[in-house]
Nanobody
Framework: QVQLVESGGGLVQAGDSLELSCAAS????????MGWFRQAPGEERKFVAA????????KYADSVKGRFTASRDNAKNTVYLLMNSLKPEDTAVYYC?????????????????WGQGTQVTVSS
């Protein structure tokens, strides 16, 4: 079993930056492919970013490409999402997710483990 705990959410203004963290436990972190998703009220959960097991490969949604950077520190069992140039449309609950198979995944159903989410609100 894998436990994931997100942190770092908050209320910011448009154009600001914010970094989310997700701490993992319960399994060797370097054996997990990680992902970030977000869900706005009334909408389905959407892919944001994915990070491979060793952090060498990443994948992003078009809506965040060039603004968000996903990374991981396997020594700290933590994955990060650095969000720059935030926009009001980035407002959502952000979730990290883990997958025990190697690769980059962008579909929520590919992930077996989820955190509780952290709220990010961007004011205009």
């Amino acid at each position: 079993q894998v436990q994931l705990v997100e942190s770092g959410g908050g209320l910011v203004q448009a154009g600001d930056s914010l970094e989310l963290s997700c701490a993992a436990s319960g399994r060797t972190f370097s054996s997990l492919a990680m992902g970030w998703f977000r869900q706005a009220p009334g909408e389905e959960r959407k892919f944001v970013a994915a990070v491979s097991r060793n952090g060498a490969n990443t994948k992003y949604a078009d809506s965040v490409k060039g603004r968000f950077t996903a990374s991981r520190d396997n020594a700290k069992n933590t994955v990060y999402l650095l969000m720059n140039s935030l926009k009001p449309e980035d407002t959502a609950v952000y979730y990290c997710a883990a997958q025990i198979q190697a690769g980059l995944y962008a579909v929520p159903g590919s992930f077996g483990f989820w955190g509780q989410g952290t709220q990010v609100t961007v004011s205009s």
